[in-house]
């Protein structure tokens, strides 16, 4: 029963009350300093003091927190003090005591090397996300270590101009004795927990941070509108890695669609890095570039940047990560995806051209973007493919008054209107008569997305040389046949494919990217394939 005076406070404020009390009045709790008197101590006192108790068995939360908090000032002092990149192997704190600093080594994935680093952050407020997973609590310090684009990096194309931010743990492991105390930044995604005595501790980590630093949808503002209506000034674009390449982990490459960017992926790369069993195994990298192109231009251009990923990371082909990379694409994104898994022969050839290409009378620049975007050879170390509401067979949107004005909106590259303007001065015999019934070719990506576009009869007519998976966005939560339904911009009958091994269907707008859902997904399609792997 409760006290009569008590009886007059609501029951949420009562529970509370009683909550405060029962905490404060636990046994662990006396051998924790006040807090008034902690304070005032030094951070090290503070944590050598919980850690202790950790270890005898006595790890109250209470104890936790006041660890945590004390090892996030004691790092956070440090790394203002002096970037970590410049950290030795011991550092003399403020009062007096001397900290070792686990450095790591290239044999070893478990610990970051503090040189990686130019900042250490703490989270300062929340951040919503649907997945559960991205922040965890437990022993040590969640951080974002941050670091900084530098362009003077051999690799530096590969890098977003914000730099790569890492999930960080900070612990500071106490000895016996005088024996000074050591402190690991640990990859949580590498140790889900560490012994402290005879318990074992949970480690704590942040995920959500670094990924919501990097893919920002601020950062990407003008990916949206320049990238689609004056794509020749759209700089920002190549394939960009979430951390330093790693060999042994597989690359999970993420393409966005139309009047998009990179940011839309922030759900799925979270869910994939806080999967305890994925993250240590995969990278997510992401591939941004202007949305104004044509379709097979986009796609050549996914292509290099591939190549330049791998002549640069494993330009012997024995990395096992990269060799079964899986690749997933959004929308248009989808399309640019399926290209990168065909043999073209002369299937996209002959989307221009009736002839063969050595019967075609140009050379140069015009000759070689052609044969570029047109004639190429699926890319071997591409495993798996991903399309999340892609128009296989094209939008009709493309075709409505919206799409004509977007279209005409659209400003072509130079070079595209001199490869347009070139291929216009051949026999009119040597050209394919459905691109010639196309508004200037086609040209441009809304234009390619046109049921009547000629790329469609390419892309259907060649067979992809690995798995696919959908994600289809169906009936939008509606009544009626799933064949019939539509995501409000592609059809259900434009995002099935017979031979996908395996099909989700999401009731949702054709954003259904950003949603849990959809995350969940492919966590699923990338945990089946690295299964596939063993």
């Known amino acids: 029963m409760f006290p009569v005076r008590m009886m007059f406070f609501p029951r949420s404020l009562r529970l509370v009350v009683l ?15 006040r807090r008034s008197e902690a304070d005032k101590r030094p951070p090290m006192a503070r944590a050598e003091e919980a850690w202790r108790l950790i270890a005898a068995g006595k790890g109250t939360p209470s104890a936790v927190m006041q660890y945590d908090n004390a090892v996030t000032e004691v790092v956070l002092d440090l ?11 011991s550092m003399v704190l403020a009062d007096g005591r001397t900290l070792k600093i686990d450095h790591g080594s290239a044999a070893r994935h478990d610990v970051w090397p503090p040189k990686l680093f130019d900042h250490l952050r703490k989270r300062l407020k929340a951040h919503p996300t649907p997945i559960s997973t991205a922040i965890k609590p437990g022993l040590g310090a969640a951080l974002d270590g941050v670091r900084e684009h530098d362009s003077r990096d051999v690799n530096a194309r590969f890098v977003y101009s914000k ?69 020749e000034r759209f700089s920002n674009q190549g394939l960009y890695l979430q951390e330093p390449y790693r060999p042994d982990k597989v690359p999970v490459v993420f393409v966005h669609g139309l009047m998009s960017d990179p940011h839309i992926w922030e759900n799925s790369v979270l869910a994939l890095m806080a999967d305890p069993e994925i993250g240590r195994r995969v990278q997510c990298w992401c591939f941004m570039y202007p949305t104004g192109l044509p379709v097979a231009n986009s796609a050549g251009r996914l292509r290099k940047g591939m190549e330049d990923a791998r002549m640069t990371f494993n330009p012997r082909d024995t990395d096992a990560g990269f060799n079964h990379t899986v690749m997933i694409g959004h929308s248009m994104g989808g399309l640019l995806t399926r290209m990168q898994v065909q043999d073209s022969e002369e299937a996209y050839w002959r989307t221009w051209f009736r002839v063969p290409p050595s019967k075609i009378p140009l ?4 000759s070689k973007q052609l044969r570029e975007a047109l004639l190429f ?34 400003r072509a590259p130079q070079q595209i209107v001199q490869l347009a ?10 050209l394919a008569p459905e691109r010639l019934s196309l508004s200037s070719f086609g040209i441009n990506s809304v234009s390619s997305l046109s049921p009547r576009h000629p790329l469609f009869q390419a892309l259907n007519s060649r067979p992809m040389t690995v798995p696919c998976h959908s994600i289809i966005i169906g009936n939008m939560g509606g009544r009626g046949l799933l064949l019939d339904s539509s995501d409000g911009i ?45």
């Open 421 to 430: 303007t070139s291929v216009a001065t051949l026999d009119v015999e040597m």
């Open 490 to 534: 592609v059809p259900y009958s434009s995002s099935h494919l017979d031979e996908a091994v395996s099909e989700k269907i999401i009731p949702y707008r054709h954003s259904c990217v950003k949603q849990k859902e959809c995350a969940e997904e492919v966590t699923r399609i990338v945990r089946e394939h690295l299964h596939g792997r063993n």
């Open 79 to 89: 790394a203002d003090k002096q970037s970590p990149d410049h950290w030795t192997g």
């Open 19 to 33: 909550s405060f009390l029962a905490v404060c009045s636990a046994p662990s709790c006396s051998h924790l300093a």
């Open 363 to 366: 050379d140069g620049e015009v």
């Open 163 to 231: 730099g790569q931010h890492l999930p960080v743990t900070a612990v500071i492991e106490f000895g016996k004795g005088a024996t000074p105390a050591m402190l690991r930044l640990y990859d949580p995604r590498e140790v889900l927990s560490i012994k402290v005595g005879g318990e074992s501790m949970t480690l704590a980590a942040d995920f959500v941070l670094p990924v919501q630093e990097v893919l920002d949808k601020r950062c990407f503002l003008n990916a949206m509108v320049q990238g689609l209506f004056r794509p």
């Open 377 to 410: 050879k699926a890319n071997p170390h591409i495993k798996d493919v991903v399309f999340v509401a892609t128009p296989h067979r094209g939008s009709k949107l493309a075709d409505s008054w919206i799409g004509r004005m977007g279209a005409r909106l659209i």
